[in-house]
Structures are given as C-alpha cells and as structure tokens.
C-alpha cells in the first residue's frame, strides 16, 4: 500500500514539476518569439495530459509506448491526405494577375531575335511585340514591362535619346497603349540603354553624377508618360529619383502616373543575361556605387521608407530568390504592394538546369510560390507566358 501511494505521489510531483517547466518555457517562447520552444511546451503539455488526464484517474506506469503514441493529439499528415485537403488547406497561390511580363524591344520591322542566354525570350520589333503582347493577353497577361535595345550609334553620354521625340521606346508605348488600352504599361527609367558610358547616371571622370543625371530622369519619364505610360519604373538608383519624378509629373498633369520604385536593387552577379538582351553592361567599373550591397538588409529598409516619404505607390526588390528575406521584410514593415523581379540570371539558370534533366519543370511553379509566399504581392518574371498557359 506504501508503495502504491509513494509511486502516485511521484507522478503527481512529477506532474507539477513538469507543469511548471511547461509554463516557464511557453512564458520564455512567446517573449522571444522562439516558436521552437512554443512547439516543445505543448508537446510537454499534450504528453502530461495523456499520460495523467484520463477518464480513469488511476495512475498508469507511463512506458515509452504510451507516450509515443497516446500522445499524438496533433497529426498534421491529416491535412495532406488527399489533393482535395491539399487544395482547402494551402496557404498561398499563385495567379495569372500576380505577374508582370518583361519585354525586349528593337529597332526593325518583322524582326524577332533569339536572346541565347535566355532560351525561349527574344528581342521583337514593334509590329511582332504587338503580336506578343496579343499572344499573351490570349493567356490571361495584361501587365508588361518592356525594355529598349537602343543602337549604338544613338547613345551618348548624357543619354539624349532617352527623351528625344519618336525614339523607339516612345513609338513602342504609343503602339501597344494604341492597340491594347486594357493592358498597365510599366516602363523602364534608367539611362543605362542609351549611354555610351552603360551606367545608370551620367558620369563624369570617372564619377556617377546623381543630381545631374535626375534631370534627364525627368525628361525621359515625361516622355513616356506623354506616349501613354501607366506606370514609370525609375530603376537607376539615384538618390531623390521617386520624389524628382513624382513632382515633374505632377507639374505636367500626370498624377494618374504611377510610381513603381525599383526599392531594393542590388549590384547582383544575377543580370548578366539581361544585359546580353539590351547590350547595355558598363564600360567600365561595376554599379557598386549606386546599386546596394547583397549583404545588407537594414539598408532597404531605409530605402524603401525614403520612397514611401517620396510617393512611390509600389516598392520591388530586385533580384527575387536571393532575396526572400528582403521581400518579407518590406511586407512586414510597409502597407505598399511589394513587387519582386525574378531576374535573367534567375531565369537562365533554370532554363540550363532544365535543359540538361538536373530540374524539372516543377521547379519553375516551386521558385516562384516561394517569392509569393515571402510576401510578394507582384512578380516580374520572363516565366510569365508558360506560368499563365498552366494557372
């Protein structure tokens, strides 16, 4: 009888200790936001309620066959057992609305050059990206960013043709908003396309020039909007670009304008293939001095909170899969759309992996639910056409 009842009131302190141990640590868990220790407290928690609160209060010798297998109150193989409760329990899906389709623009006629570094993208004249462009609405795209191959002959080191009257970019927003007025027009603002210098700012000896370089920003976002741009998307980097660009198009009757500011573009090994498109990589030196650093993160956020202050109305981060955790966090600390661009380096890579049978096709959907699920409300990606065939 003695040891009966020494062996309940080891279970009983046994029970208590625990309990408190229980307490302490979901305590610890929930102020440190430590989810680990939150998962183990209850895990505490559903053993000892097993184990001690049964219908029959009788005290039970716990063996490693009762708490392995009583315990099991939460089982989430439940929710996966069939597609139909795949489909009711997934928490982020993709949709045709959630994409921007970018674009490469030459000059010509009936002209559609393969990109060889990109397999499946080309480079069009105006009359076949029209042609593209219905393709695409015929699947259920209707935003698109489009980008100028400009001709060598017509760069310069001020990027003067970037505003210059009937320049192919201008012809080219004219033409699609003239032929497609349901679809939203994003267009590039950088002078990289038209300098002979292939940087984002005017430079002079040797030196990115911010101030200067907004005033051809200016021009060129005038231009564009004046053709019939839905939205500017200044990519440059300068300092002051989304507030410069928001007043000159404010003075000149385009508040309906939008602003899409490329936030958080980082001097990323990613944009090889892009540039190859536009034939627009620097001449010399790299974009370090105006692009970000890959290894900050504080840093966008102090860009991304310069333009808000400037009225941007969406922030991106470019590229996308190396940066996850910078898309979450703009999700988490501004109430903007957030935009990712999955760049041509993004692109390619898995173009050659797929090619050569080291990913599958899956792999694509897999790559972009992730930049959907840190929190990007909108994807630029050149997977855009074939994601849109099978959504």
Known sequence: MSIILNQKLFYVFLYISASLLTSSLNEHAQRTENYKTIIFGYS?????NCVFLREDTSFVYPTSF???????????????????????????????????????LCEGENKKIPIASMPGIYRYSIDLLLEEIDACRNVGLKAFAPFPQIEENLKDSIGSESYRENNLYVRAIAAIKQNFPDVMLFTDVALDPYSSDGHDGIVKNGEILNDETLEVLGKMA???????????????MMDGRVGYLRKILDENGFTQVSILAYTAKYASAFYGPFRDALESAPKFGDKKTYQMNPANAREALLEATLDYQEGADILMVKPALPYLDIIRLLKDNFHLPIAAYNVSGEYAMFKAAIANAWLSEKAILEALLSIKRAGADIILSYFAKEIAQIL
């Open 44 to 48: 505490i928690t559903n053993a000892l």
């Open 66 to 104: 009762t708490l392995k297998f009583l315990c099991m109150l939460h089982r989430p193989r439940r929710n996966r057992k069939n597609e139909v409760i795949r489909n009711l329990t997934q928490e982020t899906w993709l949709s045709k609305n959630d994409f921007i389709f970018p674009l490469f």
């Open 222 to 236: 005038l231009a564009q909007a004046q053709a019939g741009s839905d939205c500017i998307a200044p990519s440059d």
